[in-house]
């Protein structure tokens, strides 16, 4: 980020204090301190980032993948389990499926804070792993399960483990990538959820064909998938824990990652608990605006969750069809996902891509409700419609992850934000019941008012940060900066190059800008960072 003229050699790069510093761990401390004793040349060309960035995308993106993976795979296993009588092998009465799929979503709401108090203190790579193993090795004893308390339990150890990863996932993609990368790295680690879609049901076809005197077919399925689990979990503990930490990378190689952040203007990881930044998360506005936001498409999204492979099948379907036309569901959610991130970054707006998805949803759950039980080619279009709400969710991610700074601040709000996830998926399911089939209208109602509310509310957050960026351009003037400020975490480092060529041009005319503070690797909060660019 810069403010119309000043070079990177006349900018003094500051923590916001020293405690700060002596507090972040051995490896963090003793690299930042080498920065700003200008120990390394800071100077790098565009193909020496591009070639940091391709070792980045190569070493930490798709362990993401993996982990994200796994994760929607081994909740997403009650849906498929679903057709092929787990209700009757597991006699299940009234509500008792429904809450299963809830109670993942409870667990996660509960272990939230902690979660968020982890992923400021410990390292991150080793805090994945661990809920990753932790996690798999549930879904495999759940197949020792045969009744609704002790899947009730399992669930609930399920979810509470798996509560690491999104909130994991963002704090990993704000570590390594610049806010002009975020949208498209959160869409790639989200649409795992469409390939969960695909890779589940064809697995879900292929175990459910397998008869076992001893077995369900529900306990093969969860048994397979857990047991992938815990053997994927030995590569995630080698993910690195920060760009400053990462031993599969050169000092040079660390210091082009860390620097190429510092326009993002969000402070870099600092293992330090900030108590004010919680309170200011508190009385943000924008923390709330991402908690209704998220909660609004997470009750829809959990519901199609959990009662998908019934709906089909209420469309009248079998079994092994209702998992076939799954396959088309995981491929537009995939579409959808990486679609919405494109559409986002190449237009810069978050906001109105949500709402084009919030309303082919929308026109999807009208179909469901007006249209007769025996079109079921128009059902089933309508159904794949809906599945467009897989784009909304990464969107909400990203757009919160770009908007806030502070390392405590940032990780707080995600977990709040991850809370409202949670309490969507739990609400989700309970709209639904076995006993509204084959037409599940109250459910597909709800949704309907919800995708309604998901559209006012991304239009209410587009201006709020629109009035953000004008309140900070006021604060810039009173105390003697350019209201205009160049936001370069958007931009690429070429394009960064040739906007410092033509600010040098300036510096004679602005010298009271030539010697101003870099707040870029400061643990300064977005709202009290008045060179801060929020995006729409």
């Not at 009750?299 to 469309?315: A, E, H, Q, W």
């Not at 996902?337 to 082919?360: D, E, H, P, S, Y």
Request: with cysteine; hydrophobic share 45%; proline share 3%.
């Amino acid at each position: 980020m810069t403010a119309n003229n000043p070079g990177h050699d006349t900018i003094q790069p500051v923590h916001e204090s020293p405690e700060a510093t002596q507090t972040n761990g051995g490896q963090v401390s003793k690299f930042l301190n080498s920065i700003d004793n200008n120990e390394f040349n800071h100077d790098f060309t565009f193909e020496e980032e591009k070639q940091v960035l391709r070792r980045i995308d190569m070493r930490v993106l798709p362990i993401l993948l993996g982990a994200y993976f796994f994760q929607q795979l081994d909740k997403s296993s009650l849906s498929y389990v679903s057709i092929f009588g787990l209700v009757e092998d597991a006699h299940l009465v009234g509500q008792q499926y429904s809450w299963l799929g809830s109670i993942l979503y409870l667990a996660q709401l509960v272990m939230q804070p902690l979660a968020a108090v982890l992923l400021v203190k410990a390292p991150t790579g080793k805090v994945i792993g661990t809920a990753v193993f932790l996690w798999g090795s549930s879904l495999a004893i759940m197949a020792a399960c045969t009744d609704f308390k002790s899947l009730l339990g399992l669930r609930f150890a399920l979810g509470a483990f798996e509560s690491m990863i999104a909130p994991s996932c963002i704090a990993v993609t704000q570590m390594w990538w610049r806010r002009s990368e975020q949208t498209l790295r959160a869409a790639l680690w989200n649409g795992m959820n469409g390939v969960t879609f695909i890779v589940g049901s064809l697995l879900t076809y292929g175990l459910g064909h397998i008869h076992s005197d001893t077995l369900f077919s529900y306990q093969i399925i969860f048994l397979f998938c857990g047991l992938a689990t815990v053997i994927f979990s030995g590569f995630v503990f080698l993910l690195p824990d920060s760009p400053m930490e990462a031993k599969c990378f050169t000092e040079r190689e660390k210091l082009i990652a860390v620097q190429r952040l510092r326009a993002n203007q969000m402070g870099i990881v600092s293992r330090e608990w900030r108590w004010d930044h919680v309170w200011e998360l508190l009385y943000d506005f924008k923390t709330w605006g991402w908690f209704f936001l998220i909660i609004a498409i997470s009750i829809p999204s959990g519901g199609i969750g959990t009662f998908g492979s019934l709906i089909v099948k209420s469309f009248g379907y079998t079994n092994f069809q209702s998992i076939l036309f799954n396959l088309p569901f995981g491929a537009i959610q995939i579409v959808s996902i990486l679609g919405g991130g494109w559409l986002a970054t190449r237009f810069k707006t978050k906001g109105l891509v949500i709402v084009l998805f919030a309303t082919l949803s929308a026109i999807g759950t009208i179909i469901m409700l007006v249209v007769s039980r025996d079109q079921k080619g128009v059902l089933l279009f309508g159904y794949y419609m809906v599945s467009t709400l897989a784009a909304i969710t990464p969107l909400i991610y990203a757009w919160e992850a770009q908007n806030t700074a502070g390392d405590t601040k940032r990780k707080s709000t995600s977990a709040v934000v991850l809370v409202g996830m949670c309490t969507g998926n739990v609400v989700g399911p309970q709209l639904y019941s076995t006993s509204q089939a084959p037409e599940y209208r109250p459910g597909l109602i709800a949704n309907l008012i919800m995708f309604v509310l998901v559209a006012f509310l991304a239009i209410l957050m587009d201006v709020y940060l629109l009035f953000l960026n004008k309140r900070h351009a006021r604060q810039r003037e009173a105390v003697g900066k350019s209201s205009v400020v160049i936001d370069e975490s958007m931009m690429t480092k070429n394009k960064m190059n040739t906007n410092k060529a033509l600010e040098l041009e300036d510096v004679n005319e602005r010298p009271d800008q030539s010697s101003r503070v870099d707040n870029g690797f400061s643990d300064m909060t977005d709202l009290r960072n008045e060179d801060f660019i929020y995006v729409y």
